[in-house]
């Protein structure tokens, strides 16, 4: 069997069942489906050198200006911003270009 609900933290409804925890375990394990986001684009913050935030471990940014003047990626290891820098522009061609040394 199925159970589908919505909970709104705060909320209440005058159902007339007693719901107390012995009585939501016999519900069984809810489970939670979260839709797919593999279509969905996502925008970076933007900052420049000079504006970045604080660290927080995995946070990914866009920096305008982090590889010596030109855009780049950066992400926060907790204490420093890691340059992530940006390759060749995105082609269909065969032709591919990539930075191996700074």
Known sequence: MSTTCTVTPGATMNTGV???APLLNLLGT????????????????????TTMPGHAVGRLVYVSNG???SPCLAVSNGSSW???????????TAT?????TE
């Open 18 to 20: 007693e719901l107390t």
């Open 82 to 92: 890691l340059r992530i820098n940006l390759g060749s522009a995105v082609s269909a």
């Open 96 to 100: 591919e270009e990539y930075i191996t």
């Open 30 to 49: 809810p489970s939670v489906t979260v839709p797919s986001i593999s279509a969905t684009s996502i925008t970076l913050e933007n900052y420049t050198v």
């Open 67 to 69: 590889d010596a003047g």
